[in-house]
T-cell receptor, first 114, second 118 residues
Framework: NAGVMQNPRHLVRRRGQEARLRCSPM?????VYWYRQLPEEGLKFMVY????????ESGMPKERFSAEFPKEGPSILRIQQVVRGDSAAYFC????????????FGQGTRLTVV | AQTVTQSQPEMSVQEAETVTLSCTYD???????LFWYKQPPSRQMILVIR??????QNATENRFSVNFQKAAKSFSLKISDSQLGDAAMYFC???????????????FGQGTRLTINP
């Protein structure tokens, strides 16, 4: 049973480009969470999704950021018109139930904006 | 809103010795979960130990144990017989218990970088 898979591991984008980060949850998990980790900081919650639904997006920036978790395929975190401040590690976690006590994390995608 | 504070940016310990990492949190809820995660240089977030707030007994996982003081809102991690492989960033995290929107998210502290001296 593969763990949470994130790709790419590293992503370099020029300012103004779009970044698409993918997350395949563990088998049987239908709840996905995205977190952002700025250098030397803890993880900050961005968004919580179930299949085809956004449950809590209270941590998402109001502009340029969007997330989806379609019925088929991975969850996608999309950042439009990236800026240097978007450079960070983005982590995805998944759980079997929304109330599960443990969410399993992927290895993250490190986004560098040049 | 819940907050988690780790007041020790860095800690170091001699191999085989014991070290304690501090964590305090703020919440108005009575039921919740607390976690310690380890993040080695690989960046993988690894769950070390978990504590349910309604349980009075402190959680233990092999060389890792916690001192959970609910009234003081304190949740420290003790690592006994430290090993070189314990070197990592350690994050304390809070999660609500009640099934309401937003309760499922983890709130993390700023982290403590632990160095093990051989």
């Amino acid at each position: 049973n593969a763990g949470v898979m994130q790709n790419p591991r590293h992503l370099v984008r020029r300012r103004g480009q779009e970044a698409r980060l993918r997350c395949s949850p563990m088998k049987g998990h239908s709840h996905v969470y995205w977190y952002r980790q700025l250098p030397e900081e803890g993880l900050k919650f961005m968004v919580y999704l179930q299949k085809e639904n956004i449950i809590d997006e209270s941590g998402m920036p109001k502009e340029r950021f969007s997330a989806e978790f379609p019925k088929e395929g991975p969850s996608i975190l999309r950042i439009q018109q990236v800026v240097r401040g978007d450079s960070a590690a983005y982590f995805c976690a998944s759980s079997e139930l929304g109330t599960a006590t443990e969410a399993f994390f992927g290895q993250g995608t490190r986004l560098t904006v040049v | 809103a819940q907050t988690v504070t780790q007041s020790q940016p860095e800690m170091s310990v001699q191999e085989a010795e014991t070290v304690t990492l501090s964590c305090t949190y703020d919440t108005s809820e009575s039921d919740y979960y607390l976690f310690w995660y380890k993040q080695p240089p690989s960046r993988q977030m690894i769950l070390v130990i978990r504590q349910e707030a309604y349980k009075q007994q402190n959680a233990t996982e092999n060389r890792f144990s916690v001192n959970f003081q609910k009234a003081a809102k304190s949740f420290s991690l003790k690592i006994s017989d430290s090993q070189l492989g314990d070197a990592a960033m350690y994050f304390c995290a809070y999660r609500g218990y009640i099934e309401i929107q937003g309760a499922q998210k983890l709130v993390f502290g700023q982290g403590t970088r632990l160095t093990i001296n051989p």
